[in-house]
């Protein structure tokens, strides 16, 4: 995915790299947020962000001793904006983090998903997966008999482990004019997305489109 | 009646999710969930015995419906089972998660409950409300998160979910906190006094009780 390309459509005229990364970020929020699955790992923007967050906080700590009180106004400045940008990272980590606790085996197990998590996640999921395990069998599980102790049964054709819900209604934007029209599996609904529309529709349905930055859920 | 410890189960993980503290860990409920297993699975082996592996289930309906309905109870209370440990687990997670000592507070309720049940049984004034398999789980979880959180010092994943509107913020002292060190310097921080200080600084102290954000 080009994101790049795509910026540019949307916004014609051109952007400083920063707010760029602001809006990326944002829009990665807010789509974290809506989306009942887990979405890729932007690896790339968040290091940008880190990188910046780490050098203005740099520059707060050496600036601090400033008495200038025009040195002082302008830190505070930098310090709010820090703030928000720590709350936007902190807010789209947990987000990410509530969605892979809810649904740790499923994400561990399929390998579509796993390849979304960020390695730290991984870490996180592995471990916290295992740990709960540990506690189910020390609780209860060691007593079961044998054959039911297993954690990922598909006995009597259904699964133990359960996935999100990806039927789910979003609200999505369009931000481009998408070609293909849209359809809604098992329906026979199909629309077309001219840019700046607005629908609410099965997150199946418009997975694809929005993983490509077509569209973006509000 | 099959079934019937795991409903209680699932009805206190229910009236679980709406309370803010956690209940008495239902070790005897529990313990006759399991037990039911157990004897289910009994149960089925017996009546499974004298077909020594050569079961057909359609030529022997009425057994094959005692089976399937055992085998159903059983895994009906596994998922009652599982259900109630989860439930109570996010509990606590989400208690790590909001910087809350957990096993502290127990240990202080503990202590409490025994002084004032002097009179009563002091098993069950000392009895915590987690059992002993949930504070092992607390610990760990609390050291992992503890490592995922180092991962992203600058971030401060615990920090306030809600969005900072202001850099500073008035707020008043509800128990002594002693000395912090900010960027500007010590502040002390006595009881009922009042500050305007960065959020930043003390955020922890609020969450842990110590101030209250004024609006």
């Known amino acids: 995915m080009d994101i790049d390309d795509i910026l540019a459509e949307v916004d014609s005229h051109a952007v400083p790299p920063a707010t760029r990364d602001l809006q990326e970020l944002t829009r990665a929020w807010v789509t974290e947020r809506s989306a009942p699955e887990i979405l890729p790992w932007p690896d790339m923007l968040m290091e940008r962000i880190l990188e910046r967050l780490r050098r203005q906080i740099e520059l707060v700590e050496e600036q601090t001793g400033n008495t200038d009180p025009k040195a002082n106004f302008r830190l505070i400045i930098i310090q709010t904006e820090l703030e928000r940008f720590k709350f936007l990272v902190r807010s789209f980590l947990r987000a990410r983090i509530a969605k892979i606790d809810a649904h740790a085996l499923h994400h561990l197990t399929d390998p579509s998903t796993k390849a979304r998590l960020s390695p730290s996640e991984l870490q996180y999921a592995t471990a916290h997966t295992s740990l709960l395990h540990a506690h189910y069998h020390s609780s209860f599980l060691s007593q079961f008999p044998t054959s039911l102790q297993r954690m990922d049964d598909t006995a009597g054709g259904i699964s133990m482990v359960e996935g999100p819900d990806v039927d789910k209604a979003v609200f999505v934007r369009a931000l481009k004019d998408v070609e293909e029209p849209v359809y809604v599996e098992g329906t026979d609904t199909a629309f077309d997305m001219r840019r700046g529309d607005v629908v609410v529709v099965r997150w199946s349905a418009v997975r694809e489109v929005v993983m490509a930055g077509d569209a973006e859920l509000i | 009646m099959y079934g019937d410890h795991a409903f209680k189960l699932v009805q ?58 055992n085998h159903l109870c059983m895994r009906r209370n596994k998922r009652c089972l599982l259900a109630y440990h989860r439930v109570r687990s996010d509990k606590l997670e989400e208690m790590c998660w909001s910087g809350k000592d957990i096993l502290d507070q127990e240990q202080q309720a503990g202590r409490q409950g025994n002084g004032e049940g002097s009179g009563m ?32 010092t600058d971030i401060d994943l615990t920090g306030s979910l809600e969005p900072p509107r202001d850099l500073f913020i008035d707020v008043r002292v509800l128990k002594d906190a002693g000395e912090i060190q900010t960027e500007y310097g010590a502040i002390t921080l006595t009881k009922n006094s009042q500050f305007f200080v960065r959020q930043g600084d003390v955020e922890r102290l609020i969450a842990q009780g110590y101030l209250q954000k004024l609006s």
């Not at chain 2, 239902?26 to 082996?45: F, I, N, P």
Request: overall charge negative.
């Open chain 2, 121 to 152: 049984a002091s098993e069950a004034g000392n009895q915590s409300s987690l059992s002993p398999e949930e504070e092992e789980y607390i610990r760990q979880y609390g050291d992992m998160l503890a490592a995922y959180k180092g991962q992203w």
């Open chain 2, 12 to 69: 206190h993980a229910k009236r679980t999710q709406a309370l803010v503290h956690l209940p008495h860990y239902q070790t005897e409920l529990v313990r006759e969930t399991t037990r039911e297993v157990r004897d289910l699975d009994k149960d089925v082996s017996n009546i499974l015995a004298p077909f020594e592996g050569s079961f057909n289930p359609s030529s022997e309906p009425a057994t094959a419906c005692s089976v399937l309905v």
